[in-house]
């Protein structure tokens, strides 16, 4: 089994930064891709950076230059900093990662489309 938590969020103004967390747990071999994901309640949930296991990143045009995603591979944990907050950047921010070979019961299996349980991000002056 694979487990997501994220940690970090709060309540920040406009203009302030803050720094998202997410550990993997598990017997965990590998994780190709784990990424952020945004949802404002009512609206689909909504990708904002990504990162491989080869380092390659990815952002959402509206996160780009202002969010850097990153990841400890030894650690099976990846974190997003996120600086220059606006108002619009208030939602629930979930961990995700995408294949994860891990170890159960003596096999080598992959889950799939893995989520973490959200953190509230609220930007407010």
């Known amino acids: 089994q694979v487990q997501l938590v994220e940690s970090g969020g709060g309540s920040v103004r406009p203009g302030g930064s803050l720094t998202l967390s997410c550990v993997a747990s598990?017997?965990?071999?590998?994780?190709?891709?784990m990424g952020w994901y945004r949802q404002v309640a009512g609206e689909q949930r909504e990708l904002v950076a990504s990162i491989t296991n080869k380092g390659s990143t990815n952002y959402a045009t509206t996160t780009e230059g202002r969010f850097t995603i990153s990841r400890d591979y030894a650690k099976n944990t990846t974190f997003l900093l996120m600086n220059s907050l606006k108002p619009e950047d208030t939602a629930v921010y979930y961990c995700?990662?995408?294949?994860?070979?891990?170890?159960?019961?003596?096999?080598?299996?992959?889950?799939?489309?893995?989520w973490g349980q959200g953190t509230q991000v609220t930007v407010s002056s």
């Open positions: 598990g017997s965990i071999l590998d994780i190709d891709t």
């Open positions: 995700h990662a995408d294949r994860v070979v891990i170890v159960y019961d003596s096999r080598v299996i992959t889950m799939i489309n893995q």
